[in-house]
């Protein structure tokens, strides 16, 4: 699991353009940052491009650059105009005041009060992805690809939630083909010294704008839909509703509401923000269950132990140690494994470190999640780090959502809805690894993905086997 690249013939004292440099960090990320962080310690000061790029690995650094110090350092524009390109203008693509204005009207769609409302449309979509791909009757099982598998149930939730639609497994594929190859085409663009615009002929644009139309049709028959009946706008409890009543408590600038453009290009983001990052961390979660049986046992005790009559799948979405699971999943395979770079607005110090204006900046979740001086063995899957009553983790040693002003708007909502899925799978099926198999390598497909196909068996338990009334999942 652990990511060495103890390449020797790395360069790391870089030519004048760093040409080797970037091609290594295209080709392995992880295991670039990791052998930066073996070969510099806490920072590494590296030259691309004729740019400075730092990379910090230590939480204190990382903190002050994302929170303490924030209004330091803004998010690489390239990056932002690469996502724009397929996103449109959104609360990702947009930065100060547009920013601002777009966050604070989203905001509270995306509170645990609200997302709580989300809850039932999740549960409708959970029941019928399972239903569709997991045997039914007792006793019966499956080999199963995980990866297909998350994509299935989380790409249904995000478009149930969104616009309570419920996909067709045909609508499913095609959408998320779409998007990841979105995100691959994106992450080229990254590093081509030049971003083009769309009018120009580039390698990949022809496919690009194909599944850009794809996304963009999608999201646009769902809006016209609903605002083509006045009638019906209010009455669905879901995103789209919340998109279209949101209002800006405290507008400085622009439209009190989030305008038709700016609708459909923040569905667009959600959409593609809400369903592989979500899915990658199921899809490790569900390969660290069928190599760790006695977690699943543990866990199937706390789920069918608990209190939930009052509100169940509330009580479900925040039970410690199947919360620790997931936690645990995600520190050691954290579905963003780096956050969007930033760059220094003016020269600040991070603390020994002068960072002059324009530096590019690193931050890389990986190698902090995988850092043993915040996690003892950091390699081995240990529910327990999470538990309430265990030792603290250093403050920004784990962030799988990020930190500060940009901290993922889907917190809440990404992390009930795994916990319901993941209740819901722990509860009525055992998990076993494809025979003779172990998990694959972890490689970054901008959420992070298994190397080769994961598949696990799941067979239905017997519904006798639940020792008491918690089988509202
Ligand atoms: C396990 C699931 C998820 C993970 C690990 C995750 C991770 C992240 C991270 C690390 C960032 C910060 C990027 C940065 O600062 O450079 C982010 C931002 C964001 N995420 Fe998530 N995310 C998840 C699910 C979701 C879901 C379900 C949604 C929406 C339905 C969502 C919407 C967003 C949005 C809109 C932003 C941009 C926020 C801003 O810049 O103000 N995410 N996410």
Redesign the pocket.
């Known amino acids: 699991m652990t990511i060495d690249s103890s390449n020797n013939t790395v360069p790391i004292r870089t030519a004048p353009l760093g040409l080797p440099l970037l091609s290594f960090i295209q080709k392995d990320p992880l295991g670039a940052a990791s052998h930066f962080q073996r070969h510099f310690g806490d920072v590494a000061r590296l030259n691309i491009l004729f740019r400075r790029i730092y990379y910090f690995f230590s939480p204190d650094a990382v903190r002050q650059i994302l929170v303490d110090q924030h209004s330091d350092f803004t998010?690489e524009t390239r990056l932002l105009k690469i996502f724009e390109s397929f996103q449109g203008k959104n609360?990702?693509t947009t930065e100060g005041v547009d920013?601002e204005r777009q966050?604070r009207i989203l905001t509270p769609g995306f509170s645990p009060k609200r997302v709580v409302g989300y809850l039932g449309l999740m549960r409708d979509a959970i029941d019928a992805s399972v239903g569709e791909l997991l045997p039914a009757e007792p006793g019966r099982s499956a080999l199963v690809d995980v990866d297909f598998l998350t994509t299935r149930i989380t790409m249904d939730v995000?478009l149930r939630t969104l616009f309570s639609h419920a996909t067709t497994q045909a609508e499913a594929s095609s959408v998320s083909t779409a998007i990841r190859a979105l995100t691959r085409q994106s992450m080229r663009e990254v590093y081509w010294a030049f971003i083009p615009p769309n009018w120009l002929p580039y390698p990949g644009r022809t496919a690009k704008l194909k599944h850009i139309k794809t996304i963009s049709d999608l999201i646009a028959n769902h809006i016209k839909a609903r605002t083509s009946k006045p009638r019906d706008i209010g009455t669905q409890n879901d995103v789209l509703d919340m998109l279209l009543a949101a209002r800006d408590d405290a507008p400085t600038t622009g439209s009190a509401s989030l305008t038709s453009q700016e609708i459909h290009d923040n569905c667009i983001?959600?959409f593609a923000?809400?369903f592989d990052?979500?899915s990658s961390?199921l899809t490790w979660w569900i390969g660290l269950m069928a190599t760790h049986p006695d977690v699943v046992e543990k866990l199937r005790k706390e789920i069918e132990g608990a209190n939930l009559r009052n509100s169940p799948m509330e009580g479900i979405a925040h039970l410690p140690y199947l919360n620790a699971t997931i936690k645990e999943a995600?520190r050691l395979y954290s579905?963003?494994t780096a956050?969007?770079t930033r760059v220094a607005l003016r020269d600040v110090m991070i603390g020994d470190t002068a960072v002059s204006k324009g530096t590019l900046v690193a931050v890389p979740i990986w190698s902090l999640h995988h850092d043993e001086r915040s996690f003892a063995e950091p390699d081995t899957f240990r529910p327990n780090r999470f538990m309430p009553d265990a030792s603290t983790i250093p403050r920004s040693a784990y962030m799988?959502?990020?930190a500060g002003p940009?901290?993922?708007?889907?917190q809440h909502?990404?992390s009930m809805e795994?916990a319901l899925i993941a209740a819901h799978l722990a509860q009525n099926f055992d998990f076993a690894l494809e025979e003779g198999k172990v998990l694959p390598e972890p490689f970054v497909d901008l959420a992070l993905k298994p190397k080769s196909t994961m598949r696990v068996r799941f067979t239905r338990r017997d519904a006798r086997k639940k020792t008491n009334a918690n089988t509202i999942l």
């Open positions: 998010r609360v990702l920013w966050r995000i983001l959600l923000a809400g990052t979500a961390a995600m579905p963003s956050l969007f799988p959502f990020g940009h901290f993922c708007l889907g909502f990404a795994m």
